[in-house]
């Protein structure tokens, strides 16, 4: 799998992005797997031989969105003048899985955020920042506030790091009408989709496929009207 072949920001439709398999470290181009072994020996050298920050150094991040995909990151990073190295080590992270934030990114893509799932665990990626790259990241996520975890979270050879943290989203999160309980992360031309048949009015004013949402929402005005009917009807 190609994982630098298109991002979210560029094609919607594909967001979150293409995820890699296994931990890794994003280096500029390229993605280099690495497995977490004897405390990251191997990604600390790998940081030293590119001259980049150590492992010690850096602050982690718990990805729920496109921010676990390297085409995603890497444009996030080039975009405010940072070089894309970053480790990303999968993890067990307890008490919180990818939901649906109640908005619409000016790229068209309905947007993951964080949602409480007590008792359960999740499958996913720790990013480790440097100074430079957590202030950029920081700037590409005006929707979302960043907050520390409330727990540690375990990497697949057993480690324990403190708790990450974790951009939490501004807008609350869409919940199915059923059971008022918050809808989990899917696909985007299937999230879009289900939230269009379930609203008359957002098909009338984005149409009725994925396709001509994503094309109508770019429109600042259309863009925030969907955003309200997201927070009166789907909240």
């Known amino acids: 799998m ?53 492992l010690e150094a ?14 995603q990151l890497r444009r996030k990073f080039r975009d405010h003048g940072v070089r894309p190295v970053v480790p990303m080590t999968l993890a067990r992270v307890p008490g919180i899985a990818p939901g649906v934030s109640a908005h619409v990114s000016k790229w068209g893509y309905v ?19 440097d100074e430079h790259q957590l202030a950029a990241l920081d700037l590409t996520e ?8 409330a727990r540690p979270v375990t990497l697949e050879d057993g480690t324990r790091l403190p708790p990450p943290f ?6 609350g999160c869409v919940t199915a009408r059923a059971d008022g309980r918050p809808c989990r992360l899917t696909s985007q031309p299937a999230l879009i989709q289900s939230l269009l048949d379930g609203s008359a009015a957002l098909r009338h004013l984005c149409g ?10 770019r429109d600042d005005t259309v863009r925030e009207a969907a955003y309200l009917l997201l927070q009166r009807d789907m909240r």
């Open 2 to 54: 190609d994982l630098f072949a298109d991002d979210p920001m560029t094609f919607p439709l594909t967001y979150p992005g293409r995820i890699p398999p296994g931990s890794g470290v994003l280096a500029d181009d390229a993605y280099v797997p690495h497995e977490w072994r004897e405390g990251g020996a191997a990604t600390a050298a790998l940081l030293a031989s590119l001259g980049q920050a150590p």
């Open 58 to 71: 850096r602050h982690r991040v718990v990805a729920v969105g496109s921010n676990a995909a390297p085409s």
């Open 111 to 129: 947007p993951a955020a964080p949602i409480e799932t007590p008792g359960e665990t999740s499958r996913l990626f720790v990013l480790w920042l």
């Open 142 to 149: 005006p929707n979302y506030r960043r907050r520390p975890l």
């Open 166 to 171: 974790v951009y939490e989203g501004r807008h």
């Open 208 to 217: 009725a496929t994925p396709e001509e949402f994503v094309a109508n929402v």
